[in-house]
């Protein structure tokens, strides 16, 4: 959607937040982007092992790695998900940092992490937490008949879909910390 201006309502409510949330849980695989120090951006897909009630969200890694180095030089970064057959997509702007917390990585290990940390207690394994600065999300409410129909209408009338193709929305977490309320 090249202009989907016409799609923008007001803000989504805190609730409306924890729902876009809970549909990011659900892609679970996010594209991370950092930049590294010569400048230049590099992404990588990373698990969501978690969102708190602030909506940070939170993430596995190893601890020595270019994503380390990229985010001890430059904590802004962007996480995107996408989930193309739900039509939902959602990039957070954000500022990351390491947290030194066993507690919490014992709450959020699960068993695929076994595939790359030897358990919760492995040295290696570093918390990510990625606390949003802005959220711009696009999705839609109705099913894809629904969808081409409004379009279809749309062309031939020479008017906009509107919502009928779906809504776009963009929020400043709400708490005032760079994390989104929930």
């Known amino acids: ?37 010569d400048g230049a951006l590099s992404s990588r897909p990373m698990t969501l092992q978690g969102v708190d009630g602030d909506g940070a969200m939170w ?3 190893a601890a020595s790695t270019q994503l380390g180095d990229d985010v001890r030089h430059d ?12 039509d939902f997509y959602l990039s ?15 709450s959020l290990w699960n068993v695929m992490s076994a595939a790359w940390f030897d358990g919760p207690g492995d040295p290696r394994l570093w918390l990510l937490r990625v ?16 969808q081409l129909a409004a379009m279809a209408k749309a062309a031939l009338t020479g008017t906009r879909p509107g919502k009928a193709v779906g809504e776009k929305g963009s929020f400043v977490p709400s708490d005032g910390r760079g994390a989104a309320a929930r």
């Open 1 to 37: 959607m090249a202009n989907d201006d016409h799609l923008q309502d007001e803000p989504p409510t805190a609730g409306e937040q924890a729902d876009l949330w809970r549909q990011a849980e659900k892609v679970r695989f996010a594209m991370l982007t950092t930049r590294s120090a």
């Open 131 to 146: 606390e949003p600065q802005r959220v711009d999300y696009w999705r839609s409410g109705a099913g894809k008949v629904l």
């Open 75 to 86: 904590p802004s970064v962007n996480v995107a998900f996408a989930a193309p057959d739900d």
């Open 59 to 61: 993430f596995f890694t």
């Open 92 to 106: 957070a702007c954000a500022r990351a940092h390491f947290v030194d917390d066993r507690e919490q990585v014992e």
